[in-house]
C-alpha cells in the first residue's frame, strides 16, 4: 500500500507554491525587465547572464584587473607594480560594464536590495574559483561612513557580505571596521595619489582584538584603484589581521 508521509509532501509543496506565486507575480529580469520563464534564473534572463563580462584568467595577482591571454602566470599589472596596496590580494567577478554595472548601479543608487543576492552569486561562483576562500576566517563589509549610512538607508556592501556568508556558511562582522571620516566620493575623474589622499585615515579598528592573527575578506562592490579597499586594509592590518584579501563584483578599468 502507497503511503504518502509528510515529509514526501514538503518539496511537492514548495514546488506548488513557487509555480503559484510564478502565475501571479510572474518574475521579470532584474536588468531588462523581460518576463522569465520557469527555466530561466529567478533574477537574470539568459540574454543577460550571457552579456556578462567575466574577468578571466589570466587576471593581475594583486589587483585583479584582466591581463592579456600571453601574460605570465602569477604577473602584476602596471598599476600594481608602481602603485602602493596594501591588501594581499584582490578578485572581481565582472567587468563594470553591462548587465553587470546595471546591476551593482541599480543595488546602489535605486535601493534595489533585491539585487543582493544575484550579485552575491556572481561573488561565491568567483570566490571559489580564486583560491582566496582555502583561509578565509571572517567576511567584513567595507563600510560607510554614518551620515552617508544615513542618506541611503543602507551599506550595499554590507548586504552582499551578509548574502554570501549565508551561501558559504562564513560569519560576517560588522560595526568594527569603521568609517571615521565622511570623504568625497570616489570618481573615475580622480587620479589614483588623489583617490588614495582622500581616504587615507578614513578608516579604523575598534576592537584590534576580534581581528588579531585573522584572515579576513573584504567585500565591496565595486573596486576601481584599489584606494579604498587598500586603506581599509592598512586599518585591518595595524589591528593584527593574518592576511586581508579583497571580493568585489566588478573591477572597474
Partial sequence: MFILRIQDLRPRAARLAEAFGRLLYPPHCAVCRRPLDEHEDRYLCRECIAAIEFVCEPACRKCGHELG???????????????????????????????????????????????AYPLSKLLA????????????????PVPLHTSRLRERGFNQSELLAHELGDQLGLRVVTGNLRRVVNTRPQTRQMSSATRRANVKGAFAVKSSAAFAGKSLLLVDDVLTTGATAGECARSLYRAGAAAVGVLTVARAL
Fill in 69 to 115: 591571454p600571453y601574460t605570465a602566470e602569477g604577473a602584476r599589472c602596471a598599476h600594481c607594480r608602481n602603485t602602493p596596496l596594501r591588501f594581499d590580494r584582490a578578485v572581481a567577478a565582472a567587468h563594470h560594464t553591462g548587465p553587470a554595472r546595471d546591476l551593482v548601479l541599480a543595488f546602489k543608487f535605486a535601493a534595489q536590495k533585491q539585487n
Fill in 125 to 140: 561562483a568567483r570566490l571559489g574559483d580564486s583560491g582566496l576562500l582555502d583561509r578565509v576566517e571572517f567576511i567584513v
